[in-house]
């Protein structure tokens, strides 16, 4: 979280992070406990699910974060409204919108490879769930607050499942096989390498003893 790309990349995470972390150090009951445990929260489980889903693409910078704290705008204006002056909540609500919108639109309209867009999704999915469970701590017990410890208790839910799913997968599937390997690489002859490479996994023998049962020459 640390590594950036140049100037614009490690501007635009700290831009937006300062942004959405004053909201928390303002808004939130909180605060900064709340802004520390989402953010290195998100950066970890984003990391994770970009791992699992691309794991032969590097991974740099802090946007599993930033996107974490985005879900948390979320979550904090649905549950914390009530905190929140009129225009602030009206500029926070703007805000996350017109950058949800950008980035469906890059998503499906201008993709760009370079982009952890995995990272981001795991990064907002883990703010918004542990958001939602942690400010049930903040809350008054009331029957006016019923269906905000709900919505609470299907965060913490949701998280729960995220976390198990995302290490499960990782420590079952992680590293992966030689025959991935082969796939991955996408040159001209990864038809008959990954051939070779399946074998070699399933078969528990080595390329040369299995070269010859099949139609490889390389």
């Known amino acids: 979280q640390f590594i950036h790309e140049g100037l614009s990349h490690i501007g635009g995470n700290t831009v937006a992070a300062l942004?959405?972390?004053s909201v928390f150090e303002c808004y939130h009951p909180l605060g900064h406990v709340v802004f520390l445990m989402v953010y290195e929260s998100s950066v970890l489980f984003g990391a994770l699910g970009h791992s699992?889903?691309?794991p032969y693409k590097g991974l740099i910078g802090c946007s599993p974060g930033v996107y974490g704290l985005t879900g948390s705008g979320w979550a904090l204006m649905i549950v914390h409204w009530n905190l929140m002056d009129p225009m602030s909540s009206l500029t926070l609500f703007i805000s996350l919108s017109i950058q949800m919108i950008g980035d469906l639109i890059f998503y499906f309209f201008l993709y760009n490879s370079n982009l952890g867009y995995s990272s981001h999704f795991f990064?907002?999915?883990t703010g918004f769930t542990l958001t939602l469970f942690l400010s049930v701590f903040s809350l008054e017990w009331d029957r006016k607050n019923l269906w905000k410890f709900v919505l609470g208790g299907l965060g913490g839910a949701a998280?729960?499942?995220e976390m198990v799913y995302l290490f499960v997968s990782f420590f079952h599937s992680w590293p992966p096989?030689?025959?991935k390997t082969a796939l991955a690489r996408n040159n001209e002859n990864t038809g008959c390498c990954s051939q070779l490479l399946r074998l070699t996994v399933t078969t528990n023998h080595s390329i040369s003893q299995l070269?010859?049962?099949t139609y490889c020459d390389g």
Request: proline share 6%; glycine share 12%.
């Open 19 to 21: 942004l959405y972390g």
């Open 52 to 54: 699992l889903l691309w």
């Open 123 to 125: 990064g907002f999915c």
């Open 159 to 161: 998280m729960v499942l």
């Open 177 to 179: 096989s030689p025959y």
């Open 211 to 213: 070269r010859d049962s």
